[in-house]
Each structure stands twice: as structure tokens, then as C-alpha cells.
């Protein structure tokens, strides 16, 4: 084949196509499809994917590949195919469904070198210049001194100085040294003898090697002797010992243990959730599977066993679990079954570390990965089954480009494979419900508790009510008593606070002026460390007033409730209680999530309080006691599956009470108790919630009934912004069908952010045969205005936040 076709790494409407190049002789049979190469593209020097190899070309004056940056192709030929459709069905570039598919260390860095051009005299240079260059090879433009960039600027537009652009990857592999010796032990004896007496470390060195004649990592051999690497110099020099560069990978879990667990036998509930899924994989045939499950009736044992069978036919199995539940014990559980055959992926990974997970995928080291959303791009070549854990979750869309859905890819890959993909989830999402419901996919289902412990007794609490009564605290008096009934028992307590949509913001209480960011029309968040005022949005942050900037009044405090603050209060109320706090400020360090949890585990403390990261996966036998401190957070949210996700999130963390043998009990406090919502929560009545909430859906032409597209608008002065959104809803109107309805434009929930004005239109559609073609055009049509007048254009397929 003498020509490749390659996607560059330039995200534009303009670059999205295929560029051919020529295949150099020297890489004749060597360049692949999938495979990264560097091409000159303009003036610089780019990497792109190959995508396809041919014989012929349109193109007159074809260029050469310059080099190939990766000595092996990184998508084989099911992901490259997977990234073409990823850009059509999420209206992406193609490069960034390719990126998406790689882990974030293997992206590529471009450097800008200066160097001398061929025509420069040396000596013509400015002196700084001269004695930079001197000092060693080219001057990175990154590091340059900024009081060198005037006088380079000058030099290159002189033509003395130019930039080049070196390609390299941003992450490397970890190396590491081994020394071992050159020689038999009875030559080093003899090298011993000839040693001058005064030469004692090379003399030790030479012992040590002798006592142990195999390779050690020279780290460890410093470590045993003292100042050794100079005495190692030397021998190396004299031919006596050897240094070897060996790349290892950084494992994340290099410390832990795992002790071994055993298939448990399943129950007969479980057996019969089990069958049909035995039964396609014997048959090596694809099928959804919607494994609706209470939390604890043991639908993890069943994709332990589901997935042992598929390991034990040389095939190999992804699992997706939500980033926060990808806790220490869930990974511990897979780690326990399987051992080094599991890789890990999750953002509390250093990016060296998932670059080296990936790369044990890659190299078959791994046959099962456990990982966040962006694990279902796992290189793997022959899935026998592909699990998505918690399928309600809605980490599962990523929110920015290619907005994809790992179930949508998930069950792409599953028909490339032909094997079973099952989704669990104890609350599934209304869309994977109804499509079971439909025989889309096939229904598993599993109603009762593994050790037929009983769902714990939920009660719901009137806040409104406590108020009247003149209790103005956090917690209600139930709340309250049933938190020191704990303590005293020595049983343990977890309060949910949930922040999402709702923030500490400050308020003045003699005028009611709440303080919003000035660039994102949001309230601030208070941040009692430093007294300070923080956007959660954009960067700003202020300080904290003393006097209302609106009335000068000095009745101006926060308002909400921050986790800290009920911390103080959980302190001021019940003082001997030990609380751990997580949150975001607690977790932000490596390391740390998994220590608090440990902590908690380990009865160190008697109550955790935290955000919606604890309200999933934990599993500790002494909590008994579960309290939700403010239901309604969310309920109000301008976001249609607002009722969805409150029923999500609380039968979810009400499913961390009474584990075992001890029984659970959930307080919900809340000011909407009549919301259908919490009380079937409460009742753990999923599938009435369904029915009710279908209702709703039916009536207000919301998915599943519809399908949803939201496009955002965004540019700095708002007139346009206004304007352009109002086109493409006229657009819009033109070319779809009567069927769809077009809703907007309407400024965004949040109308600005970062300096930029945002409207946004919705469609709601049933099926629309012009559509993504329509969409295509729509881009294509403002592409000229998004290169040059800072117009954003954001196309949302199925958006999961309308936020
Ligand atoms: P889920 O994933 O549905 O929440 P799990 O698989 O985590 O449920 O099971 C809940 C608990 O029951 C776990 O402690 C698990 O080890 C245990 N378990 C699961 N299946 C069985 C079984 N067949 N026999 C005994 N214990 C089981
Ligand atoms: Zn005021
Ligand atoms: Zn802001």
C-alpha cells in the first residue's frame, strides 16, 4: 500500500476528514490502520490516527509521513470503527472520538523548540542568546526566561531563530535501573584479590554479588549499602557488572492484599437471574440484560460468576461501576476473585498510573478491567461480556466532547463481540425500564436480600413541622434521638447531606441580597477556611463581607448548610460523638477517600457525614442508622428527572443500613413529604414510582416517550447569543418534521458562565429521519462564526444535565 489516510489532531470542521499522505519507503508494511504518525500539516509538524492504507489518491501533490509515533497501532480495527460512529451519533470530530478512546497520558504534547535557523550566523546572535544555546541543544519556548522572548521574537522575524515543533507523548513509562553481574561467581572472587585494598565499596559490592549473583534493582542495592552507586560506576566501567533499564508499571494497588474468596453458591434467586445469561454465552450471542435488583440481593456475586466463566474461556470482560463507587471495597471484591488478572481505572489514578493499567489491557496482561466511565474504550480484542454496574447513574454521559453513553457504547461493542451486556441497578433509569419492559432488552429480576434481611424502615420527617415546634436546628428531634440511641448502642450512624444544586451562599437577612458570582450569575459558596467567597463555576473567589454590599447591613451571614457547618453542629449537639467528615474538601487529596473510609470501618469513628459520594457501594456491618438531612435539594432542580434522581439517591443510601445481622433504619428529612418521589422511596417501591413517574413523562413529552436534543448557545455579548438561537430554532422548525417540537430559545438555567451569555433550544422528538444530517448542516452553517467571532455551538444528544 503506498498511502495512508489520517485523521489530524487538529479539532475543526474544517480538518475533520481524512488527509492522505505517502508511505515512505523505509515504513513500507510497517504502517498500520490504527496506528499514530507524525505528518507535516502547513508549517508544522502534527500526529494523527491512520486510518485506512490504499493504493491510489486524489490527491496531486501528496506529502510523506515524517515518522511514526507509535511503534504499534493503539485502536485496533473494532475501535477505529467505534470512533466513526461515536462522530456520527454524537456529532463529534473524529479526532476527539479517537482521543476519548486513550487514556489522557498518551496524548500528545507539541513543544516548541527554538533553534537557529540554516542560514543563521552564530555569532550574529545576541550574547544571552549565544551563551543559552551553549549551555545545551535547543531553548524550549515553554521555559524561556521572559526577558529572552522580546529579543527571540526580533530573531526570528530576522530569520536567525525559528521554531520547531517536537511531538512527544505526554507521559512516560517508568524505568528502572537493575544491576547485575558480568561475570561467574569464581571470577569475581578473583576480582576480589585484584581489587586495591583501599577500593572497600567496590570490594562490598562485589561480595554482595557474590551472596546473591541475580539482577537487583540498584535502588534496593544502595539501600543495603550504603553509598554504593559510585563503587557500581566504577565496576560497570570495568566490565565487571552491567545496568539494565527494565520498565515497570506503577500499581496502584502494589501494597494491598487480597485474600482469595471462592464462588459462594448462588441462591435460587440468583440462579434463575443467572440461566439466561449462561445461556448466551454458550451460544456466543449478544443480548441486553436489565439486572433489576434490591441493593444486597447479590447481583455483584452474579458478575463475579458471569465473568469467572468468560476468564475461563480465554476471553475477557469489562465492568463499569460509577467513579464514587469505585471505592476500595468494590475493587477489592474484584481483586479478591480474580487477582493480577484485573486492571483498575478511575480518576483517583495518577495519569502514569492509568497509562500503565492501559497498557496491561493492551498487552492481554489484564483480562478484566474495573473502571469508570471511560473503561468501556478498554483495547480489548475478544469481550465476552460487558457489565455496567448502577446504570441509573448519570456519570455514565460524559458531558463534554464526544458526549457519548457508555450503555450506548456498551451495547455497540456487546453486538461486535456477540456477547451479553447486563446493566444492575437496583432504581434502573426510566429509558432502560420501559425498553425491558418492551422486550428490548430481557428483564433479570431479583427481589429480595441475599441474606433475606428486610429493606430497612424508612421515616419521613416534616421539616416544615419542626420549625411550628420551634426546633430550628438541622436535625430534627427523631433525627436526633436516634442518632444518641447509636452512640450509646456502640452502632454506627451515616448522614447524607446532599449539595447538588445547593450550596452554602450568603445572604443579607435585612434586605435579602444573596452575593452571586459577577461572571456566572450563580450564588457564591462560602468557604469557612480562609473566610472566603467561591464560584463553583469559573475560578473567582472574593472575601467575605462584613456589611451587606446592597444596605450596608451587617445581617449578612451564609445560609444553607455546608458539610462543616453540620459538623459543627453534630459537635455543639452531641460533643462525644467522633464524626468524619467527606466531601470534597476532605477527599481532594490522593489516598484520602479510601483512609476516611478505612477509618470509619475500623469503628474510629461513630458517625460519617458526607456528600452524595457515600450514599453508594459501602458496605460496614454497625451502621444502622441512615439520615438524610434535606431530600428536597434536588427535587427542585429545573431539570425534568429531578423526581427520578431523588428516588435514585435515596434508595440508594438507604440501602446502607442494616447490612447484616443487625437491622437498618433511615430518617428522610424533608419539606415536600407528600412528594411521590420520597414516599416511595420510603416504601422501596420502585416499581410504582415507575408508574407514576411514566405518567408524567407521558404528559410533558419527556424521554422515554421522547428522545431529547438540547443545543446550547454561548457567546460573550448576549444580543447574539439571543439572535443566533432564535435562527436555529427557525431552522430547526424548517427542517424536521411536524412531529418534533421545538421549545426555546430560553436563556440557560444558568444564563452565564465565564463571561459568556448562554440560550439554549430543546428538541423533543420521536423519530426524525433529516436529523443528524440537519445538525451536521447546522455546524457547518456557523462554522465560519465559531472560528471568528468566539460563537459557541453545543449540540447535546440525550443530555443528561439540562443544567
Ligand atoms: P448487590 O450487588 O445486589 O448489592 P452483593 O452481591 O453485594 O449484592 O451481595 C450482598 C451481600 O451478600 C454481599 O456481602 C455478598 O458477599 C453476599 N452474597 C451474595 N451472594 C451470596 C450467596 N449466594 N450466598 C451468600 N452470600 C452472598
Ligand atoms: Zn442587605
Ligand atoms: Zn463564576
Redesign the pocket.
Known sequence: MRYASVVVDVPAKGTDKLFDYEIPNKFAGVIQPGMRVIVPFGSRKLTGFVVQLKNETDIDSVKPIHSLFDPEPVLNHELLELGAWLSETTLCYKITAFQAMLPAAMKTRYIKEIKPSSSAQLEDLPEEIRTAFEKGGPLSWEDLPSSLVAVVQKEIRNGNLQIDYRVEQKQKKRLVKYVKPLLPVRELEEQLQHLPARAHKQKEVIQFFIDHPNPILLTELTNSIQGASIAVKALIKKGILTEEQVEIYRDPYEHKQFPRTKP????DE?KRAMEPILDKLNRHEHEVFLMY?V???????IYLQAIEKVLNEGKEAIVLVPEISLTPQMVQRFKSRFGSQVAVLHSGLSSGEKFDEWRKIYRKEAKLVVGARSAIFAPFQNIGIIIIDEEHETSYKQEESPRYHARDVAIYRGKYHQCPVILGSATPTLESFARAQKGVYTLLTLKER??RRPLPEVHIVDMREELRNGNRSMFSRTLFEKLTDRLKKGEQSVLLLNKRGYSSFVMCRNCGHVIGCPHCDISLTYHRHGEKLKCHYCQFETAMPSRCPECGSEHIRFFGTGTQRIEEELNRLIPEARVIRMDVDTTSRKGMHEKLLNAFGEKKADILLGTQMIAKGL?FPDVTLVGVLSADTMLHLPDFRSGEKTFQLLTQVSGRAGRHELPGEVVIQTYTPEHYSIQLASLHDFETFYRQEMKMRKSFAYPPYYFLILITVSHPNAIKAAEVTEKIGQYLKLHLSNEAQILGPVSSPIPKMKDRYRFQCMIKYKREKNLYNSLKLLFEHYEEDMSQTDLKLMIDLNPYTIL
Open positions: 459462594l453458591p448462588l441462591t440468583q435488583g441493593t444486597g440481593s447479590g447481583k455483584t456475586e441475599v441474606n458496605d
